[in-house]
């Protein structure tokens, strides 16, 4: 998904970054940006009626789902600045698991002790993406930020 060039002359330092989860038929997208209200501006300009002008300033992520034209999204806000005072890395691990679980119970999977599989496959999964993003944000902008 890439923002229109009206979005970007506001956000120039936002980035969104579309994954599949091709096994249950969703996708997660990740909106990185220099601090956490430009990282939901960018969601809220691409799913209009998506209200997130409750986020905290200095939050260093957010998780969300969210429908866009009749489709669910899985939606992760990385805030870049968050760096100074949290690990990003951190961040990541912490907004995967809520959308794995958003995505496990939007699908109808089950989770429990003896039933947790595929959750962890799927954090995995989404964590990789969140990881992925955050790397090619510090290299696109040569940011000094270490992981």
Not at 9 to 31: A, E, N, T
Not at 35 to 41: F, H
Not at 106 to 119: I, K
Request: charged letters at 25%; aromatic letters at 8%.
């Amino acid at each position: 998904m890439k923002l229109d060039n009206e979005a970007l002359k506001c956000h120039k330092q936002l980035r969104v970054y579309d994954f599949p989860i091709d096994l249950y038929s969703k996708h997660v997208s990740i909106y990185v940006g220099k601090t956490i209200k430009e990282a939901a501006a960018g969601a809220m300009f691409e799913y209009k009626g998506l209200d997130l002008s409750d986020i905290k300033e200095g939050a260093g992520g957010y998780a969300i789902r969210a429908t866009n034209k009749g489709l669910m999204a899985n939606i992760i806000l990385i805030s870049i600045d968050a760096a100074k005072t949290d690990n990003l890395l951190v961040i990541c691990a912490h907004e995967s698991v809520h959308i794995s679980w958003d995505i496990l119970d939007g699908v109808g999977v089950h989770l429990e002790a003896e039933n947790h599989e595929a959750q962890a496959y799927l954090v995995d999964h989404i964590f990789g993406a969140c990881k992925y993003a955050i790397e090619h944000y510090i290299k696109t902008y040569k940011l000094k930020i270490k992981l």
